[in-house]
T-cell receptor, first 112, second 109 residues
């Protein structure tokens, strides 16, 4: 069966520090991968999605970036965090040609 | 107009009540529709897909009206464990999915 792993679960980082969140999927090949952010009390905002290795589409211009170095690995990064980057970051996957998302358990990021 | 809009809520209902959530979407080309459930401080989880003919899963019934670009979710005989935020989800040209802002439900004893 397919599983998605996301870590860390909780992160407190100072303003201006770098960020790296990692997400991996097991039990499937060639998945579509997504990064979402949910600010406190708000809806889900799509940040990046990827349909293949090295293929990244950005939905919202900001100081975040994403990379997909391997088929089932998706990384969210920042060189310098802002206070406004605080939120709940969720990685998700969907099967190629199929539909429906499965989310990782999320990373709660607080920038202080 | 936002791509996916939902009842703002919150809905506070007693146990055993029937509650309905509404959702509208703007992209007439959308083909896939879902309801997700999100518990407090947790990731969203798929509740059910929404099919053109309408579909039912136990106490939950989903309806789709393509002409009106409208989706609904009906929960019968509400349980305390149904308390959560319900997210309407619509595909965006088949590439990714757009989530509505969610409607929060609190089922009261």
């Amino acid at each position: 069966s397919q599983t998605i792993h996301q870590w860390p679960a909780t992160l407190v980082q100072p303003v201006g520090s770098p960020l790296s969140l990692e997400c991996t999927v097991e039990g499937t090949s060639n998945p579509n991968l997504y990064w979402y952010r949910q600010a406190a009390g708000r809806g889900l905002q799509l940040l990046f999605y990827s349909v293949g290795i090295g293929q990244i589409s950005s939905e919202v211009p900001q100081n975040l970036s994403a990379s997909r170095p391997q088929d089932r690995q998706f990384i969210l990064s920042s060189k310098k965090l802002l206070l406004s980057d605080s939120g709940f970051y969720l990685c998700a996957w969907s099967p190629r040609g199929g539909y429906g998302y499965t989310f990782g358990s999320g990373t709660r990021l607080t920038v202080v | 107009r936002k791509e996916v809009e939902q009842d703002p809520g919150p809905f506070n209902v007693p146990e055993g009540a029937t509650v309905a959530f509404n959702c509208t979407y703007s992209n007439s080309a959308s083909q896939s529709f879902f309801w997700y459930r999100q518990d407090c401080r947790k990731e969203p989880k798929l509740l059910m897909s929404v099919y053109s003919s309408g579909n039912e899963d136990g106490r939950f019934t989903a309806q789709l009206n393509r002409a009106s670009q409208y989706i609904s979710l009906l929960i019968r005989d509400s349980k305390l464990s149904d308390s959560a935020t319900y997210l309407c989800v619509v595909d965006n040209y088949g590439q990714n999915f757009v989530f509505g802002p969610g409607t929060r439900l609190s089922v009261l004893p």
